[in-house]
Every structure is written in C-alpha cells, then in structure tokens.
C-alpha cells in the first residue's frame, strides 16, 4: 500500500504544531519559579487530596512563619480558614497535571516536588498545541492561505 502523500495545506498545518512542540521543549522552564504559583498549587492540591478549596494549615503556617502576612495566603476572618488569594480559577487551572503526577507517581508531595515541573511542562506544551491548531484553524475559516495561517499562528 502506498503511503499517502499529505497535501500542502496540511503539511503547513503539521509544520505549525512541529514549530510549536518545538519551541516549547527548547524553552521549557527546568526549574519551578517560587512565590505565586506554589500558592495556588497548594490550594489544587487541598482540592485533589481532600476536596476542599483551601490552603491546608500546615501551608499556611509556613506562609505566616517566612513571608510577609497576606502575601500569598489569605485567612477568612469567619471560618479561620486559609485560601490562595489569586482565587479558585487558577487552581482548578492546575488540575489536569497535577492529577496526572497523582495518578502515575503515586503521591502528590507538598510545595514544589522536582518531576512536577515535567508534568507541569507536558501540560504547557499540550495547551500550546491545542491553542496554535485552533488558531490555525480559525485563520484558515477566514479564507486565509495555509502558509499566511502558518506565519499568524507563529508570530
């Protein structure tokens, strides 16, 4: 059986994505940035753990103890529990990689574990892809040639 030959307009599309994949491995971060974001997934972790959309006290114990009071971490004043002060969107944003890294590693440490930032990483490059192939997609509904389509997504 002959190999099918990919028409041109396809091949921009996969050289797209091949572009993209590509620049998100070479740029990929090796290391987790501390602050922020270890806040928010502290509260994705409380979520998958325990089903509650919280800081779990012991977090926000080393919060108040090292950083400067509601600087990441906010106390209710009714209930005395503590949350994220970035908001829930964000964490449930976290919960795809960090269920993945539950489910194949077993556990799902506290703060920035070493193989999160390849889950974290895989998920980034998975997103990019989905967002350039609908921006391909979208440019080529609006009757652009497949190269023009090719350049908007990549710039």
């Known amino acids: ?18 572009f993209v994949a590509t620049m998100g491995v070479v740029f990929m971060p090796r290391e987790m940035y501390p602050g922020d974001p270890v806040t928010v997934r502290e509260e994705t972790r409380a979520i998958l753990l ?10 926000a114990k080393h919060y108040a103890e090292t950083q400067e009071k509601g600087q990441y971490v906010v106390e209710h004043p009714t209930n005395g529990r503590s949350y994220s002060k970035y908001g829930s969107m964000l964490a449930f944003a976290y919960i795809l990689p960090m269920a993945a890294e539950w489910f194949i590693e077993g556990d799902l440490p506290a703060f920035a574990s070493p193989r999160r930032v390849i889950y974290l990483n895989a998920f980034n490059i998975l997103m990019s892809l989905l967002i350039a192939a609908s921006l391909y997609r979208t440019a080529r509904r609006f009757d652009a040639a497949p190269w023009v389509a090719a350049v908007f997504v990549g710039l």
Not at 11 to 16: E, H, L, V
Not at 50 to 59: A, N
């Open 1 to 18: 059986m002959p190999l099918k030959i990919v028409a041109w307009r396809e091949r921009w599309f996969w050289g797209i994505l091949a």
């Open 50 to 59: 325990h089903g509650e959309l919280v800081v779990e006290p012991f977090v």
